[in-house]
């Protein structure tokens, strides 16, 4: 198909072309593309491969061993044959080579093949060795190219991440030919910098990271792209930081006497609650804007200490606003916080996607007429169109659901806002201190008075019935029961029991009680109705997928069913199980996984031996690599291309020193020699830092 549109366009490519432009990209693939995070030439080039093949070696025929991948070249000695069965098209056809050997070559339904091969010509074949039976060898589904294509093929072959209807022959294609046209990436590293801190060339980089000829030249590739990864971030990190310490405020709070709040509570802080609001107390009366991360297990009680923030903001005469990452979310904490700022006659309004366009309305006017104290809601409450009157306080709860720059758009709302961030996320300290930079750190190290440990078990399907006994029990005792599984669209090729399938499985069983669905493709007011329902105790079993995972407390809930568990990150595993154990009574964790790995078992028994989630988190890093400490959801880590901040710590390292050193030597970016850097770091993370750079 000749696309003479994107002929023309080629002509001009830049890197910020859209990659519908590029020949190959029709309708259809841009919008496979877009599914992968491509939009621009830019974003294709930096879609780096996730691993390699090696195809460096041309092997000969005779050399074949079975299951071994081989990049040979092959003459068609044998006309290629089409064979109908079972539905199937079966092409085959025999090569061979100067040791001649032969293989039997075999492809399914690619009818194409058949005029793609020329009898007595010679290609060059990619693909796995099935068997060798005696003296036949065969191969399934090799790649074909034509023999000058060996300098191209030949190396490490690159693997991407795919979604369905893209092929890696394809993205090959594309990338290849874009790398051909030499689009140039500027580099921001002098080659001063380059030598000083053994940086390869960006071009080059790039280049050697798609289509390395080594293994060598794959790592120097990868480095020097992760170090200018880490290197930016951190930079940008360290102009927030800059900017946060400097930054003072006139809401100098004078009233920090909240005992009124504190009697209308139905329970007296913990200590280490305690300890959390002195310290937000203190930056709350001081002159320097409050940048505070408040890091505290599941259930530890971090709304109350967010409510005691609020209510003083509001007693000096602000407005403030909480931020949570679900409609559901919001609601939970607009029921159970309305209630005690309405006693102490404060208003407080919820806004969320839910809400409706004339009620958004009527708040957008109340909040800039100073008619509504406190604002609960969503990322609905960021939107350009809410605007506060006097906004001095912005809580953003379970921040690792919220990129930096959602975080940081909230705190623009205002002149000059404090800003505190709630997150459960177990991150080691010396991680957060890196990733939150920014902010000053709170830890909430303590559980309320009086919960029980959840007992949690390992079990496999043969348990099935046992199971549903227990549920059962439960049940008749008057409790509830959740029942979560992975979802199913995020890992398409993953033989999961999908929500629904899982529902009628439970309905079926369960047909004298109520089982209720809920999942992220359901409309907000339905999850909400069922949500509510479930609080208000009318459904016994809630089947859900990891919607629930946050925040949610329903206090009669006492067990948790998670299927495929082995699926989740221990962190996610465990902020899942924190939705039980909410009330007195004792609550259980269920794990199912017919994973039988090692490594499985020993995941799934830490968290049967342990309900700290600082110390399953350790324990996970110990166990599988850091890389799904997060589990299947993503944090509110930065998005890098390649780099990976907790395994890459030896460049994190050096990053640091480079970053330390440019700053010492010209804080504000201003040498021409760092004219790049400021101009890259003003594109990356710009929206956070006009205020400095800008
Ligand atoms: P998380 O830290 O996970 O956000 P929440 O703030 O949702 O935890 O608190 C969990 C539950 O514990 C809520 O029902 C809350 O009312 C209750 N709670 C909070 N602080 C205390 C306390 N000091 N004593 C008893 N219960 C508390
Ligand atoms: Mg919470």
Known sequence: MYNLCGDIMEKSINLDTSVQYLKGVGPKMFELLNKLGIYTVKDLIEYYPRTYEDRTKVVKIDEFEKDKNVLFFGTVVKPVSVVYARKKKIISTVVTDDTGSLAFLTWYNQIYIKDRLKEGQTYLFFGKVSNIIGSRVNLESCSIYDVSQLEKIQGLYPIYSLTAGITQNYLFKIISELLEKNIMLTDIFSTEFRTKYGLVEKNYAVQNVHFPKSYNMVESARNRIIFEELFLFQLALFN??????????????????????????????????????????????????????????????????????????VKNGYQAAIMAPTTILANQHYNELSVYFEKLGMRAEIITSATTKRNKEKIVERLKNNEIDILIGTHSIIEDNIEFSNLGLVVTDEQHRFGVKQRMKLSTKGKVVDTLVMTATPIPRSLAIILYGDLDLSIIDELPPGRKPIDTCVVDDSYNQRVYNFLRKQIKEGRQVYVVCPLVEENEDLDLNSVESLYEEYKQEFSEYNVAILHGKMKNKEKDNIMQEFKENNINILISTTVIEVGISVPNATVMVIENADRFGLAALHQLRGRVGRGSSASYCILKSNNKSVIARQRLGIMKESNDGFLIARKD??????????????????????????????????????????????????????IRIRNELYSKYGEQLTKIVG
């Not at 203190?282 to 505070?292: A, E, G, H, T, Y």
């Not at 971090?302 to 003083?312: E, G, H, Q, S």
């Not at 944090?635 to 990976?644: C, D, I, Q, T």
């Open 240 to 313: 927030m930081k800059e900017n946060n310490l400097v930054e003072t405020k006139t809401n100098i709070y004078k009233d920090l006497d909240d005992s009124e709040f504190r009697k209308i509570i139905p329970f007296e802080l913990t200590n280490a609650q305690k300890r959390v609001v002195e310290q937000i107390k203190k930056d709350l009366s001081s002159n320097i804007v409050m940048n505070r991360l408040v890091q505290g297990d599941v259930g530890s009680g971090k709304t109350m200490v967010a409510a005691i923030a609020m209510y003083l903001a």
């Open 621 to 674: 890093l110990e166990l599988r690599g850091p890389g799904d400490f997060f589990g299947i959801r993503q944090s509110g880590m930065p998005e890098f291309k390649l780099a990976n901040l907790l395994t890459d710590t030896k460049v994190l390292e050096k990053t640091q020193e480079a970053v330390k050193e440019l700053i010492e030597k010209d804080k504000k970016l201003e040498l021409p020699e760092n």
